[in-house]
């Protein structure tokens, strides 16, 4: 099983940064890839970013790339997410979840069927973006 804590939500004015951290532990951080999920009020959740650091390759979402960034410290069993030039629609809660077999580059593709390929999730969190 693994464990997933996210951190680095808040508040936020348009145009500015964010960076939001996942923990994991529980099992050797190679063993699975870890995604970025978000949802807004009233919409679905929906994927963000994949990372395998065991690949050292990340994925996103199309809309998404140029604007925000994944990272990992496989050290630290750490995946980072920094945002930048937020909008007020980038308002939603962030999650963080782990597979053992997505396969990451799919994200690009089916950012929201990439929901159903997840096996662990952390509790979110909250990032308000005000315009």
């Known amino acids: 099983e693994v464990q997933l804590v996210e951190s680095g939500g808040g508040l936020v004015q348009a145009g500015g940064s964010l960076r939001l951290t996942c923990v994991a532990s529980?099992?050797?951080?190679?063993?699975?890839?870890i995604g970025w999920f978000r949802q807004a009020p009233g919409k679905e959740r929906e994927g963000v970013s994949c990372i395998s650091s065991s690949e050292g390759s990340a994925y996103y979402t199309p809309s998404l790339k140029g604007r925000f960034t994944t990272s990992s410290d496989n050290a630290k069993n750490t995946v980072y997410l920094q945002m930048d030039m937020l909008k007020s629609e980038d308002t939603a809660v962030y999650y963080c979840?782990?597979?053992?077999?997505?396969?990451?580059?799919?994200?690009?593709?089916?950012?929201?069927?990439?929901?159903?390929?997840?096996?662990?999730w952390g509790k979110g969190t909250l990032v308000t973006v005000s315009s």
């Open positions: 979840a782990a597979s053992l077999d997505y396969p990451c580059s799919s994200i690009y593709h089916y950012p929201q069927s990439a929901v159903y390929g997840m096996d662990y």
């Open positions: 529980g099992r050797s951080f190679d063993d699975y890839v």
